[in-house]
Structures are given as structure tokens and as C-alpha cells.
């Protein structure tokens, strides 16, 4: 592993070694106040296709999600608290990395040699990326910096195929996760296997909150409904809507970088504060 520092407050890990994964990198920003006092922990917030999140000369579109940017707005003025932010870089693996395993497994016990294997060429690595998240990366970060370390204070956050993996998550660990941020995820590419999944699942809504948004996507095959059944399956878990569980639209925006950077602060207000 590599490490590359731009500045005392952004890190970059290369080749951030794996027993679960194939190697990646990962960046870490820290908040403008980590080195003022050595007594505070600060809540960390793990989010997927770390590449798209700081730099636009990173970001496979050529727009990134300007994190830094947001992040430091918000909590200077206090509408968020001070966060680490760790950004998990994606590779070619991606689509097998955040298709949520078990929602397949529990229809095709060879879940190697499925629909969605077939379709995408790929193989499902999900439990795998999950577990280098909880068992490897989140504790180095934990004994590398001044984290609170409980769910209560991580939450996970992606877009797209990294919104539905995010989903996974709070599901699979909420021991680890309390708050998920799902933008734009992608529920028709989940479709009932994952309706099916979240409704044996989804987490009390007792110490977990949950935001999920979409745009254009509105309009994508069966998107609405899949949106619908969704937020029914919160509320008979308890979630209280705009309180514990947020569904958000956004009419006509798009599905991409640009689109969430500019409603960033959106999930971030809710989850965070």
C-alpha cells in the first residue's frame, strides 16, 4: 500500500491491501478541526465510488460530487457536524461488488450462475466488498484516526448501483451502519429479488435512518412502483417519514455526478444532523 498526502486533512491510500477484495485505493478527508484537539472523535461517513467524489479530473464523467467542498460549507456553518469522509474507490469488479448477494441468493442458490451474472458478464462479490468494508477498512480507519466508531455515528452512502449497495449494507450490518444515503439507487436493476430481500431485512427503524432520492429515474420501467413499495416497507417498520426515513424527488434531474453534487446537502442535512 501506497500512501499519498495532498495535505494534513485529504489521504490517499493506494492499493489499500484486501483478504476480501481485489486491492484498491481509498481517500480519507479529515475535518478542518482534526488536529485542534486531540480529545475529539468525529462520525464517519464510508461512500462508494470514491474516484467520482473530490476531483473532476478523477471522475469518470469528468464531474465529481465536489465532497470536500460540500462537506465544508455545511459543518462550518453547523448545519452538519464535523465528519471524516472515507471514499472507497470502485473497479472493473463493480457491478458484482454492489449487486446485494443475498437478495439473488435467496432465489438462485447458484447465484454464480445467474440472470444477472449472465446479463452483465460479471461475478456477484457484494458479501465480499461488505466485509473488507466492516472487517478490514472501517478498522483501520477506526485505529488510524479519531472516529466515533459506533453505528450511531457511520453511515453509508452511494449512487445508482453504490445507493443499492448502500441499502445492503444497513441491512447486513447494522450493527455497523445506522444511516444509509441511496441516491438515484437502482431498484429496477435489484427488482423483486431485492423487494423480496428488504421486506425479511430492511432494519427497525429504532436507531437507523435511511434517505433515498431519484430524479429521471422516475421514468425507467417499473421505478414508481418499485419507489412505492419501498417507503410502504418503511413505514410498517416504523420509519417516520421526514423524520427517520426520507424519500426524496427531483423532477427531470439526472442521473449523474452533477446532478448529485448539486443535492448533496440534501442527504447530508438528514443523516448527519
Given amino acids: 500500500m501506497q500512501i499519498r498526502t495532498f495535505d494534513d486533512y485529504f489521504i490517499r ?33 464510508y461512500m462508494h465510488d470514491g474516484q467520482n467524489l473530490f476531483d473532476d479530473n478523477l471522475s469518470f464523467s469528468g464531474t465529481s460530487w465536489k465532497v470536500g467542498e460540500t462537506i465544508h460549507k455545511l459543518s462550518e456553518s453547523g448545519e452538519i457536524p464535523k465528519v471524516i469522509v472515507v471514499g472507497i474507490w470502485n473497479n472493473e469488479f463493480r457491478l458484482g461488488e454492489y ?29 465480499a466488498y ?32 453504490g445507493g443499492l449497495i448502500s441499502m445492503y449494507a444497513i441491512c447486513e450490518y447494522p450493527d455497523v451502519f445506522s444511516k444509509a444515503g441511496c441516491l438515484s439507487a437502482s431498484w429496477t436493476i435489484g427488482g423483486e429479488e431485492m423487494m ?10 429504532e436507531l437507523n435512518k435511511v434517505y433515498l432520492d431519484y430524479g ?43 446532478a448529485w453534487r448539486d443535492r448533496l446537502d440534501v442527504p447530508l442535512k438528514f443523516l448527519l444532523r
Fill in 13 to 45: 491510500y493506494e492499493d489499500f491491501d484486501s483478504q476480501k477484495v481485489t486491492p484498491r485505493t481509498v481517500d480519507v478527508l479529515l475535518p478542518s478541526t482534526y488536529y485542534d484537539d486531540e480529545t475529539t472523535h468525529f462520525p464517519v461517513i
Fill in 196 to 205: 423480496d430481500y428488504m421486506r425479511k431485512k430492511l432494519p427497525s427503524a
Fill in 99 to 127: 449487486m446485494p448477494q443475498r437478495a439473488l441468493e435467496w432465489k438462485y442458490p447458484d447465484v454464480q450462475n445467474c440472470w444477472f451474472t449472465q446479463t452483465y458478464n460479471v461475478e456477484i462479490k457484494s458479501d
Fill in 216 to 258: 429521471v429515474e422516475e421514468h425507467i420501467g417499473n421505478y414508481k412502483n418499485y419507489i412505492k413499495t419501498v417507503n410502504n416497507m418503511a413505514k410498517e417498520k416504523g420509519y417516520v417519514m421526514k423524520k427517520t426515513w426520507l424519500s426524496a424527488r427531483f423532477p427531470g434531474t439526472e442521473h449523474s455526478e452533477s
Fill in 130 to 161: 461488505l466485509q473488507f468494508i466492516t472487517k478490514e477498512l472501517k478498522p483501520f480507519v477506526d485505529e488510524r484516526y479519531r472516529t466515533k466508531s459506533e453505528a450511531e455515528s457511520t453511515a453509508i452512502m452511494g449512487s445508482s448501483m
